[in-house]
């Protein structure tokens, strides 16, 4: 262990950080959400507890937007995020396909990241539109 009085602080709100994700991930009452391409999609129904519930193959990919993992195939960690800086055509490609074919097809759409709606500056993004999925009739209670 080191002397470095800031040490101690640092670890413990990792261990906070970690907690929070794990609880939110692996609560098997409450829905299981993922984003891709910003958009956050409920993967709750159908089979997809079976992909992304608890132990389930991908469940690594949930609670995060995992854009850059469903785009090359990876679930190794440093894949799992909304950055596709360099990605291949192929791969932009693939995501494209996933994206419409899997998640826009399968699973409603329950809202967008943060990156998809605001600006970097934190302004909001004027040229936003939400996702169309006529698969889904939008209920109109809220
Ligand atoms: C040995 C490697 C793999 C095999 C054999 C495999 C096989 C499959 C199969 C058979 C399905 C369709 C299941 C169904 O519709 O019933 C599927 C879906 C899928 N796979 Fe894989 N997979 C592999 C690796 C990966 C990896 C590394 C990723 C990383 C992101 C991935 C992401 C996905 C996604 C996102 C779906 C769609 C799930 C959904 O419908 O919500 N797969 N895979």
Not at 113 to 138: A, V, W, Y
Request: charged content about 25%; hydrophobic content about 30%.
């Amino acid at each position: 262990m080191g002397s470095n009085g800031k040490k101690p602080a640092r670890a413990s709100s990792a261990v906070a950080v970690a907690n929070s994700c794990q609880s939110w991930r692996f609560r098997e009452d409450q829905p299981i959400y993922m984003a891709v391409k910003g958009v956050v999609f409920d993967v709750t129904s159908g089979k997809g507890t079976e992909f992304y519930g608890k132990g389930a193959p991908y469940n690594a990919l949930v609670g995060k937007d995992s854009t850059r993992g469903v785009a090359k195939m990876s679930l190794d960690p440093e894949d799992l995020s909304h950055d596709i800086t360099g990605l291949s055509e192929e791969e932009l490609k693939s995501l494209d396909d996933i994206f419409n074919d899997v998640y826009k097809a399968k699973y409603p759409i329950v809202g967008y990241t943060s990156e998809r709606i605001l600006n970097e500056d934190g302004s909001p993004n004027q040229n936003f539109k939400p996702e169309d999925q006529p698969h889904f009739s939008i209920r109109d209670e809220f």
